[in-house]
């Protein structure tokens, strides 16, 4: 069954934002919406995961919890989900630090 995916993508190679372009639409620069299978859904995600490099992606995409969806992240970043008791939270890292509790 297909659904609805959200991508942003952030300093990826030109082919890469192709290969996104064939399936999804870039409603702006490296934000990329369509609705696609499960399988499709994954094979985009492993092309923006080997080529993530020095950028950055976050994949947002419908899941039965209950916020109604799950991420996923590659590349550097300064925001990192994490897990709370089943609900996803956003901890911020310093640049000159490590994690920050987000509690």
Same mark, same amino acid.
């Given at each position: 069954?297909?659904? $609805? #995916? +959200?991508? %942003?993508?952030?300093?990826?190679?030109?082919?890469?934002? /192709?290969?996104?372009?064939?399936?999804?639409? !870039? =409603?702006? &620069? !490296?934000?990329? @919406?369509?609705? +696609? %299978?499960?399988? @499709?859904?994954? !094979?985009?995600?492993?092309? @923006? =995961?080997?080529?993530?490099?020095? /950028? $950055?992606? @976050?994949?947002?995409? &419908?899941?039965?919890?209950?916020? /109604?969806?799950?991420?996923? *992240?590659? /590349?550097?970043?300064?925001?990192? &989900? #994490?897990?709370?008791?089943?609900? *996803?939270? #956003?901890?911020?890292?310093?640049?000159?630090?490590?994690? +920050?509790?987000?509690?």
């Amino acid at each position: 069954m297909s659904s $609805m #995916i +959200v991508i %942003s993508a952030t300093a990826i190679p030109d082919h890469l934002r /192709g290969a996104l372009t064939r399936w999804l639409l !870039e =409603v702006t &620069p !490296e934000l990329y @919406v369509g609705t +696609v %299978s499960a399988r @499709v859904r994954d !094979e985009l995600w492993a092309s @923006v =995961v080997g080529c993530a490099e020095d /950028g $950055m992606a @976050v994949l947002a995409y &419908p899941a039965d919890n209950e916020q /109604g969806f799950e991420l996923r *992240t590659a /590349g550097s970043r300064r925001r990192e &989900p #994490i897990d709370f008791d089943g609900l *996803t939270l #956003i901890a911020f890292r310093r640049e000159s630090q490590g994690m +920050v509790n987000p509690l």
